[in-house]
């Protein structure tokens, strides 16, 4: 990357921006960032904060005007704005749409017109129900019937992706899609459906684990300090315009082991206890049984791997849990926590380090 180069980080207050707005300015770079604060945090940007290489602007990806003006006083665009987690796009499917959708167009054709190379955040909800061995690129997508809230959100972004190819092919436009899978670490919130920090919340509290259904559905989790990585690798390579690519985990688990791994780790007491998807969700909520990622195409463009176990995603989640649980009462006890104090954070996991090739 070069060193004096000026990035824009939409949603950089969010879990994975503001993971990426710290290591673009470890690593020499000015950044901005444009968030609405709708569930990105201002405690997120701390650190950054201290960066006099950094800003912060507060407003929306649908202000045409604002963002055009951020755009053109940056050198490349990261696009991390969206509305996400499962709990808020069933609850506000017509927001999570627009936003997805009217956003991300503002987005792109304000990095057109001052013609800035834009990297764009997807999802792995992209493919929907396929729940076929680990998902390609160019795996078929497998959805519902459109009146299924779930479903608006994978095709908002599906939209996001076709506007980006269709204005890289016809317009020339500089973007790289890329698709997460479930990222973890510290500063997600639980408060969106996301299951390893609400799994580590309820451990630390010795509440239920509350595992949806049978718990037999597969998924995998990356560190979000892997994920970073993945973005800052394909940010420094060209060969990555005009072209999308899956990031996250390889280490594959049920939901019910999930559970149970995270009691352990925590030392807790809690149980598991089972609910319906309608208890959850409401009624028609739909899921699929197996989702892991191919990252072949990542792998051989720029080298990268994870080097975060499951293990190091849980105890960053017990910590972060913890260290929540005694904001919120500082006499409380929690599990792996004597007297009611904190773990002192160890190893390479205690940070945000971003890994390498």
Known sequence: MDRSSRYLVTG?????????????????????VLDDLTTGRQDNLARARTNPHFQFCRGSVLDAQLVDELVKNCDTVVHLAAAVGVKLIVEQPLRSFVTNTKGTETVIEAALRQ??????????????????????????????????????????????????????????????????????????????????????????????????????????FLHVADAVAALLLLLDDPKAVGETFNIGGEEEVTVRALADRVIAQAGSTSRVEHVSYAEAYGPGFEDMERRVPDTTKLHLLTGWRPRHTLADVIADALTDARAASVAHDPSARVPGAPGGRLPVPHGPVAETAVAGR
Not at 134 to 140: A, Q
């Open 115 to 220: 013609d800035r190379r834009i990297l764009i955040a997807s999802t792995s909800e992209i493919y929907g129900k396929n729940s076929s061995g680990p998902l390609k690129e160019t795996s078929d997508r497998v959805l519902g019937s459109p009146c299924v809230a779930r479903w608006s959100y994978s095709t908002a972004k599906a939209v996001d992706e076709i506007l980006a190819c269709l204005y890289h092919q016809e317009r020339g436009l500089k973007s790289t899609v890329v698709r997460f899978f479930n990222t973890v670490g510290p500063r997600q919130s639980p408060a969106y459906g996301m299951v390893i920090p609400r799994f580590a919340q309820q451990a630390v509290r010795g509440e239920p684990l509350t595992v949806h259904a049978t718990g037999g559905q597969r998924r995998c």
């Open 12 to 32: 950089g207050a969010g879990f994975i921006g503001s993971h990426l707005v710290d290591a673009l300015l470890a690593n020499g770079h000015s950044v901005v």
